[in-house]
C-alpha cells in the first residue's frame, strides 16, 4: 500500500497552515517525511529555480458588469482553527442559525471539523444573524469569517 497523493497534500496543507515544519508519519514498511522549505538563514541545500516560461494568449475584450456587494452588518464570528464548517449537528438536523435568527452569547452557531474532531463554534456576542459568509461542508481557514452578528 502506497500514501496517496490526497492523503500526501493534506498534510502538506497541515505544514502550512499550522506552521509546522516537518511531519514524519510510518504505517507498517513505509515511511514518508514531508518537510516545509526553511527561510535562506538557515543552512539547506540549494534548489535552482525553475526555468521562465512564457506563453502567448489572445485576449478579447469582454463587457463587464460591476456588482455592488453589500458590505457586512455586525460583528465578525471567526474560525479559531482550520478545518470544515457544518451548518448543523448531522445532516439530517435543522442548522444551528439562519439569517435572521436572534442568539445569545454562547450559543453554538456551527461546527468546524479539524482532524476528525467536532469543534462547537459559539458565539462571542449576542444578536441577530445578519450574513452567513460559509456553506456547509466548505474548507475554512484559521480567522476566516464565518457569520456577521448584528
Do not use: W
Not at 41 to 63: D, I, K, Q
Not at 66 to 88: D, L, N, Q, R
Amino acid at each position: 500500500m502506497k500514501f496517496e497523493t490526497d492523503y500526501i497534500e493534506k498534510l502538506a496543507k497541515i505544514i502550512a497552515d499550522n506552521g509546522l515544519t516537518e511531519i514524519s508519519l510510518e504505517d507498517g514498511e513505509q515511511a514518508i517525511t514531508i518537510r516545509k522549505d526553511l527561510p535562506e538563514f538557515v543552512s539547506a541545500p540549494a534548489v535552482a529555480a525553475p526555468a521562465p516560461v512564457v506563453c502567448s494568449t489572445t485576449v478579447t475584450p469582454v463587457h463587464t458588469v460591476e456588482v455592488e456587494k453589500e458590505a457586512p452588518k455586525g460583528k465578525a464570528i471567526t474560525s479559531p482553527m482550520v478545518g470544515t464548517f457544518y451548518a448543523a449537528p448531522s445532516p439530517e438536523a435543522a442548522p444551528f442559525v439562519e439569517i435572521g435568527k436572534t442568539i445569545s452569547e454562547g450559543d453554538v452557531v456551527c461546527i468546524v471539523e479539524a482532524m476528525k474532531l467536532m469543534n462547537e463554534i459559539k458565539a462571542e456576542h449576542s444578536g441577530k444573524v445578519t450574513q452567513i459568509c460559509v456553506k456547509n461542508g466548505d474548507p475554512v481557514e484559521f480567522g476566516q469569517v464565518l457569520m456577521y452578528v448584528e
